[in-house]
């Protein structure tokens, strides 16, 4: 499976930006696709991930009701909406895949086989 993340950027306090993800390659009967983030000296984290048949999403704590997961099936790409965007939302943005989705929706980086290459994100003050 390979994975191409787009859309990061520079947006000011308070901005909107959206991050793409193209999925190509090996397909699976029900999988998830998730975002994760992770800034200057951090750890990786979770953001959202959705399940590809039934489109159920989860998100990290700190940004539900700003940040919207989505995917189109028929492109096989998984959109991450990122509004009332904050300086701490800076970080390099990644996308990956689950493929052994069954009832938990995980949410660690080592549940994940597959990544993109990640995207940069810089909101500033």
């Known amino acids: 499976v390979q994975l191409q993340a787009f859309g990061g950027g520079l947006a000011q306090a308070g901005g909107s930006l959206r991050l793409s993800c193209a999925a190509s390659?090996?397909?699976?009967?029900?999988?998830?696709m998730g975002w994760f983030r992770q800034a200057p000296g951090k750890e990786r984290e979770f953001v959202a991930s959705?399940?590809?048949?039934?489109?159920?999403?989860i998100y990290t704590d700190s940004v539900k009701g700003r940040f919207i997961i989505s995917r189109d099936n028929a492109k096989n790409t998984v959109y991450l909406q990122m509004g009332s965007l904050k300086p701490e939302d800076t970080a390099v943005y990644f996308c990956a895949v689950n493929p052994d989705f069954t009832v938990v929706m995980p949410t660690t980086p080592d549940k994940y086989n597959y990544w993109g290459q990640g995207t940069l994100v810089t909101v500033s003050s």
């Open positions: 959705i399940t590809w048949r039934a489109g159920n999403t």
């Open positions: 390659g090996r397909t699976f009967s029900n999988y998830i």
